[in-house]
């Protein structure tokens, strides 16, 4: 059973970046090289392994076990055998459906078997309990696994600063009241300083009703479409300002797609929120010039054109790869930009934010920093630790492992750092 399999932190930009990428031909080949990817027997698919030096084998896995849809848990399972089935909440299953359709998804072709918390499902000997957690995507679990050797839990991604803290709460609780043993827990915000502000997604609204109010021209504003706390953040701003939110079609079909689950609040599409219609191809908005998936939207979308006249009464969503449809929209100076994700950590991020400055500054606009973390700052990673009170604790999916004996001032469980190939007991 595999649990996650996503890209690392630095995603091997010691050797790939933006204009150097591995190839598709030579499948994990290329990742294999930098020991991106671990050299496995029995997971990756014969396509995977085709052009390499590793042979291919018949699955030794049972499963792979997903707790949320992003790429660093996510991105990985393309190159896995596709007969190994993915378990993954109902929500994400939703988004894989609404990627498959749209821009691909790495679940494509596994059998995906489907859980909602309160379900318990076995692999092997394990038993698993998914339980929700709060996360700046919907759909996000933790587990609590019953194995022969003991019980132990996995945190996935969390915060308790989002709208569904609560539900986080819900999975210290449970990790409690079910004896863990072992806790694995994310500690992305486990830093030597953590100078982030701790700004929660109420706060996020109340800012850019703030920052819309203040301005007379087109706000436009950079942020993760799959995030839907925050759509939503930026959906009831523009109720508060009289603004219409526009979104891609890319995030509009996911909007569409996620109508399905009944425990989400969604924006609807076309009554809520409009789409933005880029030009493309013979760049006169023939039907033949898009997709099929992004054909039900052309003829409610907003061209270039569009927002320029109503560029005082429009939220736009624009990711930077699309910031050159603001050489067609042409805004008025004076306008807004928000940029609501995480600010630069390290140089290629630096990069990125110069030139998006330097595109908000072509157009005279303002650039304002607004965002909501999708993880617990230290204190609060210190305070699951607690709550859960399992006999050993190891840190993953964070830089600093060792920081963790910070929680820990009577001594009262064992930290175990993880140590690449080598296995780690259930036992102190
Ligand atoms: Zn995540
Ligand atoms: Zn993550």
Same mark, same amino acid.
């Given at each position: 059973?595999?649990?996650?399999f996503?890209?690392?932190?630095?995603?091997?930009?010691? !050797? !790939?970046d933006?204009?150097?990428?591995?190839r598709?031909?030579?499948?994990?080949g290329?990742?294999?090289?930098?020991?991106?990817?671990? $050299?496995?027997?029995?997971?990756?698919?014969?396509?995977?392994? $085709?052009?390499? +030096?590793?042979?291919?084998?018949?699955p030794?896995?049972?499963?792979?076990v997903?707790?949320?849809y992003?790429? +660093?848990?996510?991105?990985?399972?393309g190159?896995?055998?596709?007969?190994?089935?993915?378990y993954?909440?109902?929500t994400?299953?939703?988004?894989h459906?609404?990627?498959s359709?749209?821009?691909?998804?790495?679940?494509?072709?596994?059998p995906? /078997?489907?859980?909602?918390?309160g379900?318990?499902?076995t692999?092997?000997?394990m038993e698993?309990?998914?339980?929700?957690?709060?996360?700046?995507?919907?759909?996000?679990?933790?587990f609590?696994?019953?194995t022969? *050797?003991?019980?132990?839990?996995?945190?996935?991604d969390?915060?308790?600063?989002?709208?569904?803290?609560?539900m986080?709460? +819900?999975?210290v609780d449970?990790?409690r009241r079910?004896g863990?043993?072992?806790?694995?827990t994310?500690g992305?915000?486990?830093?030597?300083?953590d100078?982030?502000a701790n700004?929660?997604?109420t706060? &996020?609204?109340?800012d850019?009703?703030?920052?819309v109010?203040?301005?007379?021209?087109?706000?436009?504003?950079?942020?993760? *479409?799959?995030d839907?706390?925050r759509?939503?953040?930026?959906?009831?701003?523009?109720?508060?300002?009289?603004r #219409?939110?526009?979104v891609?079609?890319? %995030?509009?079909?996911?909007?569409?797609?996620l109508?399905?689950?009944r425990?989400?609040?969604?924006?609807?599409v076309?009554?809520?929120?409009?789409?933005?219609? /880029?030009?493309?191809?013979?760049?006169?908005?023939?039907?033949?010039?898009? !997709?099929?998936?992004e054909?039900?939207?052309?003829?409610?979308?907003?061209?270039? /054109?569009?927002? #320029?006249?109503?560029?005082?009464?429009?939220?736009?969503?624009l990711?930077? @790869?699309?910031?050159?449809?603001?050489?067609d929209?042409?805004?008025?100076?004076?306008g807004?930009?928000?940029?609501?994700?995480?600010?630069?950590?390290?140089e290629?991020?630096?990069r990125?934010?110069?030139?998006? #400055?330097? @595109? %908000?500054?072509?157009?005279?606009? /303002?650039y304002? $920093?607004?965002?909501?973390?999708?993880h617990a700052?230290g204190?609060e990673?210190g305070?699951?630790?607690r709550?859960?009170?399992?006999?050993?604790v190891?840190?993953?999916?964070?830089?600093y492992?060792?920081?963790f004996?910070r929680f820990d001032?009577e001594?009262? @469980?064992?930290?175990?750092?993880p &140590?690449?190939?080598e296995a780690?007991?259930?036992?102190s």
């Amino acid at each position: 059973m595999v649990l996650d399999f996503g890209t690392g932190f630095s995603d091997g930009s010691d !050797y !790939y970046d933006s204009s150097v990428s591995p190839r598709g031909v030579n499948g994990a080949g290329d990742l294999f090289e930098f020991d991106l990817l671990p $050299q496995i027997p029995g997971l990756y698919s014969e396509g995977a392994l $085709q052009n390499t +030096d590793v042979e291919y084998v018949a699955p030794e896995f049972d499963a792979v076990v997903l707790s949320h849809y992003h790429s +660093d848990h996510a991105g990985r399972i393309g190159y896995i055998d596709p007969t190994i089935p993915v378990y993954c909440g109902e929500t994400t299953s939703l988004i894989h459906e609404a990627y498959s359709s749209s821009t691909g998804s790495p679940l494509r072709g596994h059998p995906i /078997r489907k859980f909602r918390t309160g379900d318990k499902f076995t692999i092997g000997p394990m038993e698993f309990h998914p339980i929700h957690v709060d996360h700046s995507i919907p759909g996000a679990y933790g587990f609590v696994i019953h194995t022969s *050797g003991g019980t132990m839990a996995y945190t996935g991604d969390f915060r308790f600063h989002g709208p569904a803290g609560s539900m986080t709460r +819900d999975f210290v609780d449970q990790a409690r009241r079910e004896g863990t043993g072992l806790l694995l827990t994310e500690g992305t915000r486990v830093r030597p300083v953590d100078d982030a502000a701790n700004m929660s997604e109420t706060a &996020v609204r109340k800012d850019a009703v703030k920052m819309v109010k203040g301005t007379k021209a087109l706000v436009f504003s950079t942020f993760r *479409g799959n995030d839907v706390d925050r759509v939503n953040t930026f959906f009831d701003a523009c109720q508060e300002t009289g603004r #219409r939110l526009v979104v891609s079609m890319k %995030v509009a079909a996911l909007l569409e797609k996620l109508k399905a689950d009944r425990g989400l609040r969604v924006p609807r599409v076309g009554k809520d929120v409009d789409v933005y219609l /880029r030009r493309k191809k013979t760049g006169k908005f023939d039907d033949s010039d898009y !997709y099929a998936w992004e054909r039900p939207f052309i003829a409610k979308g907003l061209s270039a /054109r569009d927002i #320029r006249k109503g560029q005082g009464e429009v939220f736009l969503h624009l990711e930077a @790869w699309n910031f050159p449809e603001l050489i067609d929209i042409k805004p008025d100076r004076g306008g807004t930009y928000i940029h609501a994700a995480t600010e630069a950590f390290n140089e290629e991020g630096e990069r990125e934010e110069t030139v998006i #400055r330097n @595109w %908000v500054e072509h157009v005279g606009f /303002r650039y304002a $920093q607004l965002h909501a973390s999708g993880h617990a700052p230290g204190t609060e990673v210190g305070e699951l630790v607690r709550g859960i009170s399992a006999k050993k604790v190891v840190p993953i999916h964070t830089e600093y492992p060792e920081l963790f004996r910070r929680f820990d001032r009577e001594r009262s @469980w064992v930290l175990e750092p993880p &140590v690449r190939g080598e296995a780690v007991s259930m036992d102190s």
